[in-house]
T-cell receptor, first 116, second 117 residues
Framework: DSGVTQTPKHLITATGQRVTLRCSPR?????VYWYQQSLDQGLQFLIQ???????AKGNILERFSAQQFPDLHSELNLSSLELGDSALYFC???????????????FGPGTRLTVL | AQKVTQAQTEISVVEKEDVTLDCVYE???????LFWYKQPPSGELVFLIR??????QNEISGRYSWNFQKSTSSFNFTITASQVVDSAVYFC??????????????FGKGITLSVRP
């Protein structure tokens, strides 16, 4: 158990719909990351939040958005869903590196999204 | 731009064989970090190791060992005396070094390892 929790575990929805994925980081971790894992694209970084602020953006579609709340949990919102959005969505968190560095990220169990 | 290449896509071995998973990376940074993660059939991503670019010492942890060679931009992972429980997808990943906060991971495509009894 990594200490990162994600809900729901599975989500089945229809095209055009909107869903929200939720993530709670490990206690004390200020950084939260979202990744998408699909068969054709592999594991891709979507977005990072650090202590409530957006820190970095990757290959995140405009239909997707995220936020990190004061209690440090994060939500990933996916709207106008398409068949191609079906994937496993991971949240990860990490300890701060101090002045510089890059610590390991601990991943949640993922949310499997199926768009029909 | 950063890039991680795992040229092997699938490897199948018989239990107790040794197996090496290759990872080649590209980065323009002088300071960077390399990682290996394991994804068993259950789907979660499990952290295995982190190595910074200044530390080229090989590391051994039980049946696992890692060989980092900056000269060839490689960070290979060897499992000695493989077991059925080692069957999983293994990902190599790379991140830059940022001040004050960690950086995103750039993953390779992963290597599917099957260990047969």
């Amino acid at each position: 158990d990594s200490g990162v929790t994600q809900t729901p575990k599975h989500l089945i929805t229809a095209t055009g719909q909107r869903v929200t994925l939720r993530c709670s980081p490990r206690s004390g971790d200020l950084s939260v990351y979202w990744y998408q894992q699909s068969l054709d694209q592999g594991l891709q970084f979507l977005i990072q939040y650090y202590n409530g602020e957006e820190r970095a953006k990757g290959n995140i579609l405009e239909r997707f958005s995220a936020q990190q709340f004061p209690d440090l949990h994060s939500e990933l919102n996916l709207s106008s869903l398409e068949l191609g959005d079906s994937a496993l969505y991971f949240c990860a968190s990490s300890v701060q590196p101090g002045t510089s560095g890059s610590n390991e990220q601990f991943f949640g169990p993922g949310t499997r999204l199926t768009v029909l | 731009a950063q890039k991680v290449t795992q040229a092997q896509t699938e490897i199948s071995v018989v239990e107790k064989e040794d197996v090496t998973l290759d990872c080649v990376y590209e980065t323009r940074d002088t300071t960077y970090y390399l990682f290996w993660y394991k994804q068993p059939p259950s789907g979660e991503l499990v952290f295995l190791i982190r190595r910074n670019s200044f530390d080229e010492q090989n590391e051994i942890s039980g049946r696992y060992s890692w060989n980092f060679q900056k000269s060839t931009s490689s960070f290979n992972f060897t499992i000695t005396a493989s077991q059925v429980v080692d069957s999983a997808v293994y990902f190599c990943a790379l991140s830059e070094s940022y001040t004050g906060a960690n950086s995103k991971l750039t993953f390779g495509k992963g290597i599917t390892l099957s260990v047969r009894p």
